[in-house]
């Protein structure tokens, strides 16, 4: 079956429905991020400079500014990672997020899947990544952590298993400043044969503005910012990235880990109440398997009740019965979860 690599959360919304397909914490930038951004409006006419911002997420990850590279977003990062690495046999570990392997084939490399199951809670195990099998001979591997859509948060020692001689591992952790202290991130000292894709936009509400940035080997930064269109970041971006890792920036995303922690146990709960085992997430959404629902998705029932949620058969690895839904308030989690149990029992009589 054909599957839409290029089907992302924003096509599963509709006006009056309750947003729960996209994975934006905030309809917004807060107040005082929004007018660092409505400041660069006076510069407009200058092109941008990229400087600060590379400073800015230097000094954030103690890594060298030659181990960063700003971003429009983390799209443009995986689409600089398929035209700049070298490498014959790209492989992908799925479910995750699709446009790393749209960017793969776009620029003509054929990708191989590496699919993890719901049995094993859709956890990766390096021995079985390498062992005797047709991904031995990867050069390039992409992982998600924690995953879109499994919220899976992977262990830092089984990602860096996967490292080898002549193979570039490449993780997306755009949802990691989600996770509180941000354990089992794999920006560290040593970035050998390493790229660290990270993305602004989901804690800040800055989807619109494209922010994002790459952190890894000096050697692939180079190579990354070889192919990279001259200003593509723009002023508004850049400017945000310096405020979004500046201490009071930090300081407010480490507080909103801590909260969609808690907000993420009372859509749990309430999912468990209603009759759908959660998958175990760290990430600031949720993947269900509602077969227990009855036969067929529950995507368009649930919009009839009012909410959008993300369909997820359009993740390798999974189907029509699976849904992923975002982390909102309490109240919103509860009447998503009544609604669900409410579907239930009309189906189920």
Known sequence: MSIDLHHHGDRDTAPGLVDLAVNVRLPSPPAWLAEVVTRTVADLGRYPDARPATQAIARRHRVPEEAVLPTSGGAEAFTLVARAVAGVEPWVVHPQFTEPEAALTAAGRPVRRHVLVAGGDFRLDPAAFDRGGPAEGCDLVVVGNPTNPTGVLHRRADLLALRRAGRVLVVDEAFMDAVPGETE?????????????????????????????????????????????????????????????????????????????????????????????????????????????????????????????????????????????????????????????????????
Do not use: N
């Open 185 to 349: 991130s794999l920006i560290g000292d040593d970035l050998e044969g390493l790229l660290v894709l990270r993305s602004l936009t989901k804690t800040w509400g800055l989807a619109g503005l494209r922010a994002g940035y790459v952190v890894g080997d000096p050697a692939l930064i180079s190579a990354l910012r070889a192919v990279q269109p001259p200003w593509s970041v723009s002023s508004p971006a850049l400017a945000a990235t310096v405020a979004c890792l500046s201490d009071r920036g930090v300081a407010e995303a480490d507080a909103a880990a801590l909260e969609i922690a808690t907000l993420r146990s009372v859509l749990v709960d309430g999912l468990t109440a209603a009759g759908v085992a959660p998958v175990p997430s760290r990430a600031p959404f949720v993947l269900v398997e509602t077969s227990s629902l009855g036969p067929g998705s529950v995507r368009e029932p649930l919009a009839a009740e009012g909410f959008a949620v993300r369909r997820a058969e359009t993740f390798p690895g999974l189907g029509p019965t699976w849904i992923r839904m975002a982390v909102r308030d309490a109240d919103t989690s509860q009447q998503l979860c009544a609604a669900l149990r409410r579907l239930g029992g009309r189906r189920v009589a």
